[in-house]
């Protein structure tokens, strides 16, 4: 498979660092990883999460708004 270098930025700081990866997800999911954790939100979560003030955010509308990379395009 093949791999290709990734310069990733951390916006809220400007901290940055090199990720080899076979896409830009892979390589995302990879520092992600080290920031986040991720677990499906029971009905007690959305409701405390809701009340606090937390929006919930459409991930999928992000998916429709970016064309997916095409062969040899640069990601």
């Known amino acids: 498979m093949?791999?290709?270098?990734?310069r990733i930025t951390l916006k809220t700081t400007g901290d940055e660092r090199l990720v080899t990866a076979s896409n830009q997800a892979?390589?995302?999911r990879?520092?992600?990883r080290d920031a986040f954790t991720i677990s499906p939100?029971?009905?007690n979560d959305v409701?405390?999460?809701?009340q606090?003030?937390?929006k919930p955010e459409d991930a999928?509308?992000?998916a429709t708004e970016t064309a997916p990379?095409?062969?040899g395009s640069p990601e």
Do not use: D
């Not at 093949?2 to 990734?6: I, L």
């Not at 409701?47 to 809701?50: A, G, I, N, S, T």
């Open 2 to 6: 093949n791999t290709r270098p990734y």
């Open 26 to 28: 892979q390589a995302l």
């Open 30 to 32: 990879h520092v992600a």
């Open 41 to 43: 939100a029971s009905g």
């Open 47 to 50: 409701l405390e999460l809701m």
């Open 52 to 54: 606090k003030g937390v």
């Open 60 to 62: 999928s509308a992000e």
């Open 69 to 71: 990379a095409t062969e």
